[in-house]
């Protein structure tokens, strides 16, 4: 399998290595901000002055009467959100520098579209609703390994997104918060998206790529049919018989960088329950003969990374991570 991959040189390793601590500590960082969101403002009702509480939609809530307890409570807030909102600031100039040196470096592999919906995902705080599954989890893997892999195991033009519906009133709690819908997040990343007329769980952009939702097989009281909100020209997710088994097993989490030099982190399915699925389909007799050939590369690959690359670093399914060999 080393015919198929380049390793990254001493200098690209780095690179990578510095981005993607950058990377997680701004999505942290991002995250703690959103905890003070809205603000809170003083207002004087029938000569009494109350603490109100204001949320990012317009929404408000007496928190109390002033007094020096409510003080405290408004100066608290308000330097934790003045604090918050700096580290973002500074964090994201930071990003922009380690964008730049991504390009100098060349560590950008995975499609600029692909990255950008990953972001819009974490925007819309979704992202550990989906996950990414079937060819594009290479980029991933090969990451995680500081390798390149050949590109005639990841030429492809859709990615196929996997929809976790143990998680949909989440999913639809934050699609009412932010007034949109799934094709709505999409578009987002690319004003070109629209959904298929003869396949409503494909949106397809100007330039041909698509984004395949599926799930698993309906069960425990999933939603059936599974139309993603209830704006009637969103996504429907379609069911497939694999979605449990990979819902259920273990998964793995990377940074990818897109050929722009901007960053993602990709949710996906732990290296061996990718190979499992990928071997699968390459001995169904229902596959395309086509595709049974890269779906064997793939698993073949992903296999020989795991064995080389990262056994020693990441525990296997099931197994104690305490346990691990260091």
Known sequence: MKQHLVELSENQSRQYLDAEAL??????????????????????????RYLIRTSATGAQKTIGVDSPEMQAIYARFM???????????????????????NRVYRLGRTPNVVVRILQEFEKAGIADQFLTVGTHALYAYESACGVMVGTEALATRDID?????????AFLSAMKQLDTSLI???RKADR?????RDQLQTAINDDGFEVDLIRRDASYGDPHPLRM?????????????????????????????????????????????????????????DREPLKRGKDLLQAQIVSYLWDDFLRLRYPEPGMDSSKLRL
């Open 184 to 186: 709505g997040v999409l």
């Open 192 to 196: 070109t998206f629209h959904v298929r």
């Open 161 to 169: 997104l996997l929809f976790d519906t143990r998680k949909s009133v």
């Open 229 to 285: 909100t209830p704006d009637e020209g969103d996504l429907w997710a379609v069911q497939v018989s694999s979605g449990e088994k990979m819902l259920s097993s273990a998964k793995f989490e990377q940074m990818v960088v897109a050929t722009s030099g901007d960053m993602a982190m990709m949710h996906t399915l732990h290296p061996l329950a990718f190979v499992s699925v990928k071997t699968r389909l390459a001995n169904s007799p």
């Open 79 to 101: 330097e934790r959100k003045q604090a918050r909102q700096t580290r973002v600031k500074t964090l994201s100039l930071r990003l922009t520098e380690q964008r730049k040196l």
């Open 23 to 48: 990377l997680r500590t701004s999505i942290q960082a991002k995250r703690e901000a959103l905890e003070v969101r809205g603000s809170m403002i003083w207002r004087e009702m029938r000569g009494v």
